[in-house]
C-alpha cells in the first residue's frame, strides 16, 4: 500500500460548486497533514495545514478521521482561480521527511 | 526577501553530460531536498541533507549527486548515468524540528530536458 494515496481526479465543476476529495494514508501514527496546492508548470505551495480533527481557511476545510485513516479537502463556492492540483502530505511521525501524494486536479469552469 | 532560489529555470542537456541544477536558501533552514515530478505524477525524493557536509539518498537516487558545503546551498548534479532526466527538478527546504513543524517550501523548480 503506498504511504499516501489520492483519487486522481480530475474533478470539473462549475463556478459556485463545492468540491470534496479524500487523501488515505498508510501510518497509522501520523499526527500532522499538510495540503499543498500545485498550478500548473509551478511549484507546490502550502495550503493548509491539519493538526487535530480538522481546520478551516476560509472557503477551504479539511477534516481528519483518524480511525479510517483519511483526510478531506473541500473547498466551497470554487472560484475559477481554484484549478489547480491539490497535493496531500504526510509528514511520518518522528521524521521530518514527508510523504507527497499524486495530488487530485480539481478544474472549475465559468 | 526570504525565499529560495533555483537556477536555471529551463536547462538542456546533450546525451553523455552531466549537469548541475542550483539551489540557494536564504530561510536559514538545516535540511534540504530535490523532487523529481514527472509529468502527471507525484513528487519522488532524490536527496535529502539535515545538516552541512551531510546528505542521504531518496527513492531514486541513482544517476544523481548532491553536495551540502553550505548550509545555503544544495546543488544537485543529474549525471550521465541518469538515462532519462527529462522532468521537473523541485528544491525545498524546512527546519528539522520534525512532525508538524515540517512545512516544505519550494523553489519555482527546473525543466530539464535531453537534447
Known amino acids: 500500500r503506498k504511504e499516501v494515496e489520492q483519487d486522481p481526479g480530475p474533478f470539473n465543476v462549475p463556478e459556485g460548486a463545492t468540491v470534496a476529495f479524500n487523501c488515505t494514508y498508510s501510518?497509522?501514527?501520523?499526527?500532522?497533514f499538510f495540503w499543498y496546492r500545485q498550478d500548473c508548470r509551478k511549484e507546490p505551495k502550502l495550503l493548509m495545514s491539519?493538526?487535530?480533527s480538522g481546520n478551516e481557511d476560509g472557503r477551504f476545510t479539511a477534516q481528519l478521521n483518524r480511525a479510517s485513516q483519511y483526510i478531506s479537502l473541500l473547498i466551497r463556492d470554487s472560484k475559477l482561480s481554484d484549478s489547480a492540483t491539490y497535493l496531500c502530505?504526510?509528514?511520518?511521525?518522528?521524521?521530518?521527511?514527508?510523504?507527497f501524494g499524486a495530488g487530485t486536479t480539481v478544474t472549475v469552469r465559468a | 526577501d526570504g525565499g529560495i532560489t533555483q537556477s536555471p529555470k529551463y536547462l538542456f542537456r546533450k546525451e553523455g553530460q552531466n549537469v548541475t541544477l542550483s539551489c540557494e536558501q536564504n530561510?536559514?533552514?538545516?535540511?534540504m531536498y530535490w523532487y523529481r515530478q514527472d509529468p502527471g505524477q507525484g513528487l519522488r525524493l532524490i536527496y535529502y541533507?539535515?545538516?552541512?557536509?551531510?546528505?542521504q539518498k531518496g527513492d531514486i537516487a541513482e544517476g544523481y549527486s548532491v553536495s551540502r558545503e553550505k548550509k545555503e546551498s544544495f546543488p544537485l548534479t543529474v549525471t550521465s548515468a541518469q538515462k532519462n532526466p527529462t522532468a521537473f527538478y523541485l528544491c525545498?527546504?524546512?527546519?528539522?524540528?520534525?512532525?508538524?513543524?515540517?512545512?516544505?517550501?519550494f523553489g519555482a523548480g527546473t525543466r530539464l530536458s535531453v537534447l
Open positions: 525545498a527546504s524546512s527546519t528539522t524540528r520534525g512532525g508538524s513543524l515540517n512545512i516544505q517550501y
Open positions: 501510518n497509522s501514527a501520523s499526527q500532522s
Open positions: 491539519v493538526y487535530s
Open positions: 502530505v504526510v509528514p511520518p511521525e518522528g521524521d521530518y521527511k514527508l510523504s
Open positions: 530561510l536559514n533552514h538545516d535540511a
Open positions: 541533507s539535515q545538516i552541512v557536509n551531510d546528505f
